[in-house]
């Protein structure tokens, strides 16, 4: 059975940085992305960022961009997301994806639609 696990959400002032990470496993192939979402209250579920696990290109949100960085580690089944300079706007349930077959061209990634797990999510929380 497919497993995401996310960690590292919690409640930071404005300005400050969190690093979520994800563990994926039960599968033996994982396709050729990995992508993070946010949900906020009230709002669609939307991506953030993803990684070509294979070649290690990466996609951002433009809200995110030059604040976010998505990195593999050394085994490919684990991604981070690093948030620096967060915004209160930033205030959402973060989580990861995966997907067992390939996700497509720039920005097929960004969005759901490629992806067949899912973890369970990990708040985070950013004040003013």
């Known amino acids: 059975q497919v497993q995401l696990v996310e960690s590292g959400g919690g409640s930071v002032q404005a300005g400050g940085s969190l690093r979520l990470s994800c563990v994926a496993s039960?599968?033996?192939?994982?396709?050729?992305?990995m992508g993070w979402f946010r949900q906020a209250p009230g709002k669609e579920r939307e991506g953030v960022a993803a990684?070509?696990?294979?070649?290690?290109?990466?996609l951002y949100a433009g809200s995110v961009k030059g604040r976010f960085t998505i990195s593999q580690g050394n085994a490919k089944n684990i991604v981070y997301l690093q948030m620096n300079t967060l915004k209160p706007e930033d205030t959402a349930m973060y989580y990861c994806?995966?997907?067992?077959?390939?996700?497509?061209?720039?920005?097929?990634?960004?969005?759901?639609?490629?992806?067949?797990?899912w973890g369970q999510g990990t708040q985070v929380t950013v004040s003013s």
């Open positions: 994806a995966a997907t067992t077959v390939g996700c497509g061209a720039r920005p097929a990634p960004l969005y759901q639609y490629p992806y067949s797990s």
């Open positions: 039960g599968y033996t192939y994982w396709g050729n992305c």
């Open positions: 990684i070509y696990t294979a070649g290690g290109g990466t």
